[in-house]
């Protein structure tokens, strides 16, 4: 819906042209883009559990090992992502968006129901297999949006993985201040919150999610800097609240005026949106061509036109269809589409899945224990809440840090994503010692520390498959590589840590007690942590060593020949318009001369 190729003005939108131009930043890739926001900001569930964790070890009267089994399921279901991205292969995204939805909301609706005692003596495997379906819809939700927005701007993945994985990591901290304002200090309640508010906001916006071709938006990046100001801007209110609320109380009032606050810095997006499709309009109309499959930024179902060179021939020849297990071992260049099976098949992909099982399995195993972790060395439950938040505020950085720095560096001085994934798993090591060996107050730094760590990972692994595998199989690759995790975190969290606190704690002063008490509790557990973590740091330069020659070339020369193809094709129509004016032109001064 734009308006007609011939119209001219002198800038601005016009009131007849109001209804066209909404319709243009409805379909636009920047409103779909603001879309995405959103849903990933409901898409953190998952990183509550330790909110909630302990109203279900209450409702089911267990030990440390048996929630923690419940905690895997969590996980398993938030990485186990295959089947969303083999439906994201086939299906529209609205589809994929939609079943994600339904089983957010059944997963959670259902945990809600068993906490609260409207489902009468539920068992282990029930809370697990909701959990996992709850969990499960947010690799649906990422599916969705990922993979449509690394497609809608490839030259800026990094970036754009960064920014929608930072919203995640901000979800918690925001559903937290939106559950406080409506239910109070309940966190049974929170799960219901968690079961309806990430389903509402998909159902919204479930058909503005889409791929949408496009040519090259002028100062993109800058774009995305705005961007990146106002989810600071978030981050730093929601990080200032944590400290306040800890030394403040508030009514319920303030609390509601808190959640305003939040809500009117999530939609300045909105406007950033729409100020660059006003932008677009603009330009559209001072280069105006009959063609809508090359407006600026507007998807278009028509046809590309045929565009041919010498150099490339306009009858290919045909081969025949080969197996697909015929050319695993014959894998392409980084940076071309790899088949499923020459990636998996890769030892790139082993190296990255490797990095994921005991990095992430790590992180996941400390954050789905921070509850009992500070229980035992003895801070109160409003502190451990503020641990929490702090995790979510911390991961939301270091989201928004590898994606942004990793891509500058990348771009600026060929500094491989690799190589800042190595960094980031030392100093995740780091913080799994600080659990292992504690003193006064330092739980806090370590929230922070692997906070960030968890968070910085998930991008840069993101990014790496995206530019080594290719995008035509990103959906399907990316949900593969997050199998890992919760195979890392059942080891680490269900085998390591969950058995040795029992342990410790069947050998402390009160055996018939499940509760440790005392800094000893996850000393050796998180001992053993913090070295896996360290060895696979080691491992990774392996992968830095043999991505060296492709980050120092031009990773996304694919994509600027794109570019250029469709700028091509910009300009064969401008000729072509404007032959047809003059035209147009000599016939109309033709018959002016004629009826003389």
């Known amino acids: 819906m734009i308006v007609a190729a011939g119209q001219r003005s002198n800038g601005g939108i016009r009131s007849g042209e109001l209804a066209d131009f909404i319709g243009q930043v409805v379909v636009g890739r920047w409103f779909s883009l603001f879309a995405s926001f959103l849903v990933m900001t409901g898409a953190g569930g998952v990183y509550l559990f330790a909110y909630y964790s302990r109203d279900i070890k209450t409702t089911l009267q267990c030990d440390q090992t048996t929630l923690n089994r419940i905690g895997f399921y969590k996980d398993l279901g938030s990485n186990v992502g295959v089947i969303a991205g083999l439906l994201a292969e086939v299906a529209p995204t609205w589809l994929v968006l939609l079943i994600g939805a339904a089983f957010n909301f059944i997963g959670y609706f259902k945990i809600w129901q068993a906490v609260t005692g409207k489902i009468v003596r539920p068992t282990v495997a029930f809370f697990c297999f909701y959990i996992m379906i709850g969990a499960n819809s947010q690799n649906f939700a990422n599916t969705g949006v990922l993979v449509t927005c690394v497609k809608n701007f490839p030259e800026r993945r990094g970036v754009m993985l960064g920014l929608l994985k930072g919203f995640v990591g901000l979800s918690g901290a925001i559903m937290t201040q939106l559950y ?10 929170l799960i219901l919150l968690i079961a309806w508010f990430p389903s509402i906001v998909s159902l919204i916006f479930v058909y503005t999610i889409r791929e949408i071709k496009f040519v090259k938006h002028p100062n993109e990046f800058r774009v995305f800097v705005q961007f990146l100001c106002v989810t600071v801007l978030l ?38 949106a729409i100020r660059e499709e006003v932008v677009i309009w603009n330009l ?51 940076g071309e589409d790899y088949t499923v099976l020459q990636a998996i098949f890769s030892i790139d992909m082993l ?28 801070y109160p439950s409003e502190t451990i809440n503020l641990f929490v938040s702090l995790i979510s505020i911390s991961n939301f950085t270091g989201r928004i840090f590898s994606g942004f720095v990793s891509e500058i560096l990348l771009e600026k001085f060929q500094f491989p994503r690799p190589l800042m994934l190595t960094l980031i798993l ?25 906070g960030f760590s968890m968070g910085s990972q998930v991008p840069l692994h993101f990014a790496m498959i995206s530019e080594i595998f290719g995008l035509k199989h990103y959906s399907t690759l990316f949900n593969f590589g997050q199998l890992s995790c919760p195979i890392g975190s059942y080891i680490l969290n269900v085998m390591v840590t969950g058995k040795l606190y029992d342990e410790v704690a069947r050998i402390g002063s009160n055996p018939n007690k499940s509760h440790c008490v005392g800094t000893h509790c996850y000393e050796q557990s998180f001992l053993i942590l913090a070295g896996l973590t360290f060895i696979v740091a080691m491992i990774s330069l392996i992968l830095v060593q043999r991505t060296r020659e492709f980050y120092r070339g031009d990773i996304y020369k694919k994509f600027k020949e794109d570019m250029e193809t469709l700028k091509t094709e910009v300009e064969f129509y401008r000729v072509d318009e404007k032959r047809t004016r003059i035209g147009n032109l000599l016939v109309d001064k033709h018959s002016i001369n004629f009826k003389k």
């Not at 400290?243 to 406007?271: E, G, Y």
């Not at 590309?304 to 392409?332: D, E, G, V, W, Y």
């Open 235 to 272: 981050a730093l209110l929601l990080t200032a609240l944590i400290f306040v609320q800890k030394r403040v109380h508030f009514d319920q009032s303030a609390h509601i005026a808190i959640v305003a606050a939040i809500l009117a810095l999530l939609f300045v997006p909105l406007l950033i």
């Open 284 to 334: 559209n109309k001072r280069t105006p061509i009959s063609n809508p499959f090359i407006r600026i930024g507007i998807e278009s179902s028509q046809p590309k036109p045929p565009i041919h060179s010498p150099s490339t021939p306009q009858h290919p020849l045909q081969t025949q269809p080969t197996s697909c297990f015929s050319n695993i071992f014959n894998k392409p260049e980084r």
């Open 180 to 189: 406080i304002a409506i239910y109070g200090h309940d966190t049974k309640s």
């Open 426 to 450: 030392l100093i995740s090591s780091l913080g799994h010692l600080l659990v292992a060996f504690p003193f006064d107050d330092s739980l806090y730094l370590a929230s922070i520390i692997i």
């Open 351 to 378: 190296i990255i899945c490797s990095t994921m099982l005991i990095g992430v399995g790590a992180s996941l195993t400390a954050i789905d224990n921070l509850g009992q972790i500070g229980e035992s060395q003895g």
